[in-house]
């Protein structure tokens, strides 16, 4: 088999993730098998994940084309009479149990996550939140948010944590192309399976509410968000340093200040509707001293430096490297069903994927088309082993493991 000298783990220790008996658990846990006579969650689940890692483009044609293959029945242990069409691939992604497939999810990532160490736990507390269009044949999609192009659009909002992708949600309801109803959904989920979370929120210009800033507080959730220039707002305490900590890098601090912000339209409290909000926030202005263009910031979080603050946003890049990874090496755009549920399936199934491959390319040092190619290699070696040893022949001649 590919034998990679300087690799610490294999696909074959990534594929040891999947428990067998978390699989067989959810198939009766959920409705996934109900009414399927071929294609059992599990097989669905084997399938898919092959398929993303092994295919440049997926489509149900390939998914019936792997499935009807004596290599991939071999590898997973399907009996070679089992056939299926792409008909039925397209039937079965339209109503199978999402559930089943966003319980491996997290119970993965949960699983994932006990592999860090105290210091990556307190790293990995930053979570990067953002979304994601899909336009690529979203014009044949029944639901979908319309564009000016005619085209209709789907919104994957994603949060992710520096090395795995920590939630998602899907929208194509027209009300969530506004990130100030997309984004808080996918935190307040997140904060709500993580009671006792010490997580900071990252977000970009896309949030501007003010009511959902409030929220956030009010939920005891962290976040530090990069405000619109020119918001308006109250000053009720500076907390600037002296003129010689001001500056760090090519950057200088303006403000840091306790304040209030006000929102669009007025909001209840109890001193009746105002537009400024009660709660109080902290605002840093930095300025770029070659650009001269300011950045705003919005966080609740008072204990860390505006340095921090501000270094913290920037690490907020790392979640348009992971679309990037998605779209371009595991073909988040390409649409393999058109449903919602189907999009759900794919989506969540990608996540997995996106985490096997995150875990391998981390422990191996290695970059997002490298790991994805070594793995593929790795599979398809896999299945050339299993085939010689069913020849009766001894795979160890062959790859000299």
Known sequence: MSVFKDHKISLKNILHFIPEALLCHLSSTTKVDHYSKVLHGKKMFY???????????????????????????????????????????????SKIDVNYFKEIYEQMYRQ???LYDKTEIEKYNLIRVDSTTVSEASSRLKEGMSNNSGKKLLKFSF????VLPSGVEVFNEQQYSSEDLALPEVILKQAKKEEHHCNIYVMDRGLQSAKTMMNFDQNSIKFIIRLK???KFEELESFLPSENTRKWDEWKLVKDSR?????????????????????????IIIKNEKTEKEFWFLSNEFDLSAKEISDYYRKRWDIEVFFRFLKQELNLTHLVSLNKNGIQVMVYMTMITSMLLL???????????????????ELRDMITAILIIFAGGNPDKVFKT
């Open 159 to 162: 949060s992710f944590d520096g």
């Open 112 to 114: 994932f996550l006990e």
């Open 359 to 377: 875990i391998y390319k981390k422990a191996n040092s290695l970059g997002y088309k490298t790991a994805k190619r070594r793995i593929a290699m």
């Open 229 to 231: 220039e020119n918001r």
């Open 47 to 93: 399938l898919l994940l092959f398929c993303i890692f092994d295919n440049e483009k997926l489509s149900q044609r390939t998914l019936e084309d792997t499935f009807n293959s004596s290599g991939f029945k071999a590898l997973f242990g399907l009996g070679e009479e089992e056939k299926i069409r792409r008909s039925s691939i397209s039937e079965r992604l």
């Open 259 to 283: 304040v209030q912000v006000f929102a669009r339209r007025p909001i209840e409290n109890k001193n009746g509707k105002s537009c400024k909000v009660e709660t109080e926030f902290r605002l």
